[in-house]
């Protein structure tokens, strides 16, 4: 399971960094003013971070996901205080390593998929060390 590493990090809560939020939709022809819209400022720790006390954010390295939109380098924000159900992506701890999969649970148990089929369902069974560490709110990942 050496296909994914994640590097887990706390949100900073000490100050604001607010950026203006322009309101206006942005097209792709004639440019327009874009600070005739500007109607208040936006703090991404208050968007992306619910609870601040259960959240951290994680680095990822690998393609297992891709699928799901997330990429190599890409940032997510994990709240443990979310529910996890099947179908969520989840950052999970199986044996001593760490993992960024889709959780399914069915009749037949419960499994982690990759969304890449280059890589196999891994089953989940009562001799497994699992452990749920929180559910993926957002993916971060730098424009090309």
Do not use: C
């Not at 971070?49 to 297992?64: D, L, Y």
């Not at 799901?68 to 992506?89: F, M, N, P, T, W």
Request: proline letters at 5%; zero cysteines.
């Amino acid at each position: 399971m050496r296909e994914l590493k994640i590097t887990l990090f706390t949100p900073e809560q000490k100050e604001s960094h607010e950026i203006p939020l322009v309101t206006a939709t942005v097209k792709a022809g004639f440019p327009s003013p874009a600070e005739d819209f500007v109607e208040k400022r936006l703090d991404l720790n208050e968007l992306i971070v619910q609870h601040p006390a259960a959240t951290f954010f994680v680095r990822v390295e690998g393609h297992s996901m891709e699928g799901a939109g997330i990429l190599d380098q890409d940032i997510l924000v994990v709240d443990r205080s979310l529910e996890v159900k099947s179908g969520a992506i989840v950052v999970a701890r199986l044996g001593s390593e760490f993992t960024v999969k889709r959780i399914q649970k069915s009749q037949g148990g419960i499994y982690l998929s990759a969304d890449n089929p280059d890589y196999a369902d891994i089953p989940i069974d009562s001799e497994s060390e699992f452990e749920v560490w929180g559910v993926v709110s957002y993916i971060i990942h730098k424009a090309t």
